[in-house]
T-cell receptor, first 115, second 110 residues
Framework: NAGVMQNPRHLVRRRGQEARLRCSPMKGHSHVYWYRQLPEEGLKFMVYLQKENIIDESGMPKERFSAEFPKEGPSILRIQQVVRGDSAAYFC?????????????FGPGTRLTVT | EDQVTQSPEALRLQEGESSSLNCSYTVSGLRGLFWYRQDPGKGPEFLFTLYSAGEEKEKERLKATLTKKESFLHITAPKPEDSATYLCAVQRGSQGNLIFGKGTKLSVKP
């Protein structure tokens, strides 16, 4: 029973480049969440998606960040023109639904380093 | 503003020395309070969901309790393999996203 998969696990980008982070949810899960964990900070919600729809992007910066969850394939978090402040661990979680009855299962994360 | 505060930030215990971790929260319309465990370099691992004041849940050496303002994670006779960061999170209203505290880093020495 495969869990949530994320790739790459580590990503190094120079300032100004683009970063693409991928997340494959657990089998049967159609709800995907992205969180960011900065050093010494807690996990912060970024965006919530269902297949082909962004449901809540209230935690995502207005510029340079975008997310998608196409009908086929993984969810993608895209960061354009990365800056040093984007260096963080990015976690994806998936669930069967949105109520508290459906716990969110997390992937291993992608650690982005901007040089 | 919704807020989750965990204390202490770090806790060092001897093997077998029981203790508790605290999670205090202010949130409108609590739907659930969650405890996760996170090992270095890994994603959070789900432990418990608590829904209402007075509820308790247990798993091996861990027991989670909930009141109207806080939750406790009790660790009984901990072992070195219990060393990890323990995260508390709340889910509110109609929103699916979780609001996390900064975590308590637990170290258990043999």
């Amino acid at each position: 029973n495969a869990g949530v998969m994320q790739n790459p696990r580590h990503l190094v980008r120079r300032r100004g480049q683009e970063a693409r982070l991928r997340c494959s949810p657990m089998k049967g899960h159609s709800h995907v969440y992205w969180y960011r964990q900065l050093p010494e900070e807690g996990l912060k919600f970024m965006v919530y998606l269902q297949k082909e729809n962004i449901i809540d992007e209230s935690g995502m910066p207005k510029e340079r960040f975008s997310a998608e969850f196409p009908k086929e394939g993984p969810s993608i978090l895209r960061i354009q023109q990365v800056v040093r402040g984007d260096s963080a661990a990015y976690f994806c979680a998936s669930s069967l639904g949105t109520s508290a009855d459906y716990e969110q299962y997390f992937g291993p994360g992608t650690r982005l380093t901007v040089t | 503003e919704d807020q989750v505060t965990q204390s202490p930030e770090a806790l060092r215990l001897q093997e077998g020395e029981s203790s508790s971790l605290n999670c205090s929260y202010t949130v409108s319309g609590l739907r659930g309070l969650f405890w996760y465990r996170q090992d270095p370099g890994k994603g959070p691992e789900f432990l418990f969901t608590l829904y209402s004041a007075g509820e308790e849940k247990e798993k091996e050496r861990l027991k989670a309790t909930l009141t109207k303002k806080e939750s406790f994670l009790h660790i009984t006779a901990p072992k070195p393999e219990d060393s990890a960061t323990y995260l508390c999170a709340v889910q509110r209203g109609s929103q699916g996203n979780l609001i996390f505290g900064k975590g308590t880093k637990l170290s258990v020495k043999p």
